[in-house]
Structures are given as structure tokens and as C-alpha cells.
């Protein structure tokens, strides 16, 4: 049974940085694609970015695209997402999620496994 837990989040004005983590345990790691999705108040959960289980490929969600970087360390059973220059809408819930697959999906029903979730709230 695969674990994790999420950390990192916090108040952040608008501009500004945070980076999130996702700590593994239960499993081997290195063999689940990763994904990291976000759900606001009062919206379903979405996709915001995953990365392949050798770090060989990522996928962002648009609205992401050139803010946000996800990566890897499956020497810690980490894995991470930056974010820089985040935007109030930027705000929710964020959620890491394994899939025993090589591929990355953006659909939430694909993942086997889920975090509790980290809240990141962003000032304007």
C-alpha cells in the first residue's frame, strides 16, 4: 500500500514562490507515474502536472505551462512542484497521486493512490 504525504503549501502573495513536495512510502516509487492535481472551492479537482516514473517525460496543464515545474527524486521517494509567479486563481487544494503506469494521465479516475492534500493560498 502506497503512501504519501504532501507538504509545502502555505500563504503566498501574488508573484510569488512555493515549492510542494510529495514523500512516498509503501511501494517502489521509482515505478509510478506522478501527477499533482489542485481542486478549488466550489470546482472539481483538475490536473495541473505529471511526471513519468523515470523523470523521462512531463505534461502541464495550460494553465501551468512556463509556471510550474514538476520533478523527481527517487532516491528520496520525493516528488516536487514548483510554482513561480502564482495568481490568486492559483489557489486550492493541492493533491499528489500515483499510478503503477508509465504513461501520465490527466484523468483523476487513472490514479490508485492519493495524499491528503496541502493548501495553497495565493494574495492578490
Known amino acids: 500500500q502506497v503512501q504519501l504525504i504532501e507538504s509545502g503549501g502555505g500563504l503566498v502573495q501574488a508573484g510569488g514562490s512555493l515549492r510542494l513536495s510529495c514523500a512516498g512510502s509503501?511501494?517502489?516509487?521509482?515505478?509510478?507515474?506522478m501527477s499533482w492535481f489542485r481542486q478549488a472551492p466550489g470546482k472539481e479537482r483538475e490536473f495541473v502536472a505529471g511526471?513519468?516514473?523515470?523523470?523521462?517525460?512531463?505534461t502541464y496543464a495550460d494553465s501551468v505551462k512556463g509556471r510550474f515545474t514538476i520533478s523527481r527524486d527517487n532516491t528520496k521517494n520525493t516528488v516536487y512542484l514548483q510554482m513561480n509567479s502564482l495568481k490568486p486563481e492559483d489557489t486550492a487544494v493541492y493533491y499528489c497521486?500515483?499510478?503503477?503506469?508509465?504513461?501520465?494521465?490527466?484523468?483523476?479516475?487513472?490514479?490508485?493512490?492519493w495524499g491528503q492534500g496541502t493548501q495553497v493560498t495565493v494574495s492578490s
Open positions: 497521486a500515483a499510478r503503477p503506469q508509465s504513461r501520465i494521465s490527466t484523468i483523476e479516475a487513472s490514479y490508485d493512490y
Open positions: 509503501g511501494g517502489t516509487f521509482s515505478r509510478y507515474t
Open positions: 511526471v513519468t516514473w523515470a523523470a523521462g517525460s512531463t
